[in-house]
C-alpha cells in the first residue's frame, strides 16, 4: 500500500491519550467505532482498506462492497478528507471509499450532513460520549427527510433543536446570519439532499463540533496568534431555540413572566403556569356555524413538519382555501446592486416609512424597481404598486 499526503497538508493524523482530557486526534479522523488504542496497520490486500490488532484480527474495514485489483492510494486531502483511490485516479474526484462519508462528531468546510438518495447513505454528526471518550454520545445533528426537510439537533429519542422547515430560500427559524466568515447551502433533489458550509476567507480555518457535555452545537476558528481554538457561535442560543419548551400551542416569550404563554384562544393544558409540557388547549371548541377564521401571528417558527402532508380534497366545513400559482424570478445580491448603481441615491425614487424604492435596469435592459423593505414592514407588492406604480409596465422586486 501506497500512503502519501498532498504537498502542502493542511491536516495531520496522530494518537490517542484515552483518559489525557487532551484530544489528539484531528476531528476528521478519529477511532469513533474502534478499540480506544487501535494499531494503526493499514493493510490493503485486496484493494479494501482495513486496520487490525496485534494479532492480525480486523478491528476495522471500509467494507467495499467489490474487490479492487488495481494498485490503490491511501491520501490525506487538504480538505481533511481521508480518501482511498485508485492510483491512476490522482486528478478525479472519484474515490473507493472517503472518510467525509462517516463523519464523528465535526463538520468541516465542505462535509456534507445528509443523505445520499441513490445509496441511502445518511451522513449525520454525532458528539463524543465525554472529551476523552470518543464513543459516540446521544447527541446528534441530522436533516430529516419530511415533505418540508430541516436540519434537527436530538438529544438521544428527543428532539432538541430545529431550524424550522426549508422554505426554498432559507430555514424558515434558523438564527443563521450573512457573516464575513462562511456561507452556506442547502441541496435538495432526487439524487441528494445536504447542508453543507464553505469559508468566505482561505486564511480562516473553522470547524462545527457537537458537544455532548454542554449539549451545544459550537463553531469554532482557529486563532493563529495563539494557537488555538476560540468559540464563535453556539446552537442552541438560549431557552427560546429550544425544543417544544412550551408545548403545542405555546409560544415563548423571553421578555415575559412566566416566559410561555398560550396563543390567543388558548388555555393552558396542565392548569399549572410551571410546567407548560403538556401545552395549551383552546378555550371554545370550534364552531363553523359561527364566523371562527384565522388569525395571523408572526415572529414565530413555523410548526414541526414531521407529520405535515399535503391534500387536494374539499377543506372540512365551510372554511375555504384560495391557492395562487405565482411566477418569481430570483436574482443576486450583486445583480440587484449593479442595477440600481449599489442603490445610489440618483437611482432613488422615493421612501416611506416602511423603507426606500429605487429604479434600475438589467443588463438586458429590462427596466426595475426595488424597494428595500426595512424590518418592521409588512407592506406587499400590491402597496408597492398602488403607492409609487399604479400604471407603471415594470418588474417590480
Given at each position: 500500500?501506497?500512503?502519501?499526503?498532498?504537498?502542502?497538508?493542511?491536516?495531520?493524523?496522530?494518537?490517542?491519550?484515552?483518559?489525557?482530557?487532551?484530544?489528539?486526534?484531528?476531528?476528521?479522523?478519529?477511532?469513533?467505532?474502534?478499540?480506544?488504542?487501535?494499531?494503526?496497520?493499514?493493510?490493503?490486500?485486496?484493494?479494501?482498506?482495513?486496520?487490525?490488532?496485534?494479532?492480525?484480527?480486523?478491528?476495522?474495514?471500509?467494507?467495499?462492497?467489490?474487490?479492487?485489483?488495481?494498485?490503490?492510494?491511501?491520501?490525506?486531502?487538504?480538505?481533511?478528507?481521508?480518501?482511498?483511490?485508485?492510483?491512476?485516479?490522482?486528478?478525479?474526484?472519484?474515490?473507493?471509499?472517503?472518510?467525509?462519508?462517516?463523519?464523528?462528531?465535526?463538520?468541516?468546510?465542505?462535509?456534507?450532513?445528509?443523505?445520499?438518495?441513490?445509496t441511502g447513505l445518511e451522513r449525520r454528526i454525532t458528539s463524543w460520549k465525554s472529551s476523552d471518550d470518543p464513543s459516540p454520545g446521544d447527541f446528534f445533528w441530522k436533516i430529516e427527510r419530511q415533505f418540508y426537510p430541516?436540519?434537527?439537533?436530538?438529544?438521544?429519542?428527543?428532539?432538541?433543536?430545529?431550524?424550522?422547515?426549508?422554505?426554498?430560500?432559507?430555514?424558515?427559524?434558523?438564527?443563521?446570519?450573512?457573516?464575513?466568515?462562511?456561507?452556506?447551502?442547502?441541496?435538495?433533489?432526487?439524487?441528494?439532499?445536504?447542508?453543507?458550509?464553505?469559508?468566505?476567507?482561505?486564511?480562516?480555518?473553522?470547524?462545527?463540533?457537537?458537544?455532548?457535555?454542554?449539549?451545544?452545537?459550537?463553531?469554532?476558528?482557529?486563532?493563529?496568534?495563539?494557537?488555538?481554538?476560540?468559540?464563535?457561535?453556539?446552537?442552541?442560543?438560549?431557552?427560546?431555540?429550544?425544543?417544544?419548551?412550551?408545548?403545542?400551542?405555546?409560544?415563548?416569550?423571553?421578555?415575559?413572566?412566566?416566559?410561555?404563554?398560550?396563543?390567543?384562544?388558548?388555555?393552558?393544558?396542565?392548569?399549572?403556569?410551571?410546567?407548560?409540557?403538556?401545552?395549551?388547549?383552546?378555550?371554545?371548541?370550534?364552531?363553523?356555524?359561527?364566523?371562527?377564521?384565522?388569525?395571523?401571528?408572526?415572529?414565530?417558527?413555523?410548526?414541526?413538519?414531521?407529520?405535515?402532508?399535503?391534500?387536494?380534497?374539499?377543506?372540512?366545513?365551510?372554511?375555504?382555501?384560495?391557492?395562487?400559482?405565482?411566477?418569481?424570478?430570483?436574482?443576486?445580491?450583486?445583480?440587484?446592486?449593479?442595477?440600481?448603481?449599489?442603490?445610489?441615491?440618483?437611482?432613488?425614487?422615493?421612501?416611506?416609512?416602511?423603507?426606500?424604492?429605487?429604479?434600475?435596469?438589467?443588463?438586458?435592459?429590462?427596466?426595475?424597481?426595488?424597494?428595500?423593505?426595512?424590518?418592521?414592514?409588512?407592506?406587499?407588492?400590491?402597496?408597492?404598486?398602488?403607492?409609487?406604480?399604479?400604471?407603471?409596465?415594470?418588474?417590480?422586486?
Amino acid at each position: 500500500m501506497d500512503k502519501r499526503s498532498q504537498t502542502r497538508p493542511v491536516w495531520k493524523k496522530s494518537g490517542f491519550n484515552s483518559g489525557s482530557g487532551e484530544r489528539k486526534w484531528h476531528p476528521g479522523l478519529e477511532p469513533r467505532r474502534l478499540n480506544p488504542d487501535p494499531d494503526p496497520d493499514f493493510a490493503i490486500p485486496t484493494g479494501n482498506l482495513v486496520l487490525t490488532s496485534q494479532n492480525k484480527s480486523v478491528v476495522w474495514s471500509a467494507n467495499l462492497s467489490k474487490e479492487v485489483r488495481t494498485p490503490v492510494v491511501l491520501q490525506l486531502l487538504d480538505s481533511g478528507n481521508l480518501v482511498l483511490r485508485g492510483e491512476r485516479d490522482g486528478g478525479s474526484e472519484t474515490y473507493l471509499w472517503q472518510s467525509l462519508d462517516y463523519p464523528s462528531d465535526t463538520l468541516l468546510p465542505g462535509m456534507k450532513l445528509g443523505w445520499d438518495l441513490k445509496t441511502g447513505l445518511e451522513r449525520r454528526i454525532t458528539s463524543w460520549k465525554s472529551s476523552d471518550d470518543p464513543s459516540p454520545g446521544d447527541f446528534f445533528w441530522k436533516i430529516e427527510r419530511q415533505f418540508y426537510p430541516e436540519l434537527v439537533m436530538w438529544k438521544g429519542s428527543r428532539k432538541f433543536y430545529r431550524t424550522g422547515p426549508w422554505n426554498g430560500i432559507i430555514f424558515s427559524a434558523s438564527s443563521l446570519r450573512l457573516n464575513l466568515i462562511f456561507k452556506y447551502h442547502f441541496v435538495s433533489n432526487e439524487d441528494e439532499l445536504y447542508y453543507t458550509f464553505y469559508l468566505t476567507d482561505k486564511a480562516v480555518i473553522s470547524r462545527i463540533v457537537m458537544n455532548q457535555t454542554v449539549s451545544l452545537r459550537q463553531r469554532f476558528i482557529w486563532r493563529k496568534k495563539n494557537q488555538s481554538w476560540e468559540l464563535y457561535s453556539n446552537l442552541p442560543k438560549d431557552q427560546c431555540d429550544s425544543y417544544g419548551l412550551c408545548g403545542a400551542n405555546g409560544i415563548f416569550i423571553i421578555s415575559q413572566s412566566p416566559i410561555c404563554q398560550c396563543l390567543e384562544g388558548f388555555l393552558t393544558n396542565s392548569g399549572r403556569f410551571v410546567d407548560w409540557s403538556q401545552g395549551c388547549v383552546r378555550n371554545k371548541p370550534l364552531n363553523y356555524s359561527r364566523r371562527d377564521g384565522f388569525i395571523k401571528f408572526s415572529e414565530l417558527k413555523l410548526p414541526d413538519s414531521t407529520s405535515s402532508w399535503e391534500t387536494t380534497e374539499e377543506p372540512i366545513g365551510k372554511v375555504k382555501i384560495k391557492t395562487k400559482t405565482w411566477s418569481y424570478h430570483c436574482f443576486e445580491l450583486a445583480t440587484i446592486a449593479i442595477a440600481t448603481d449599489n442603490f445610489s441615491t440618483n437611482k432613488k425614487l422615493g421612501e416611506g416609512g416602511f423603507g426606500p424604492v429605487y429604479k434600475g435596469t438589467l443588463a438586458d435592459g429590462q427596466e426595475i424597481v426595488v424597494k428595500r423593505f426595512s424590518k418592521i414592514s409588512e407592506q406587499g407588492l400590491k402597496e408597492l404598486k398602488n403607492d409609487y406604480f399604479p400604471n407603471y409596465n415594470t418588474k417590480i422586486l
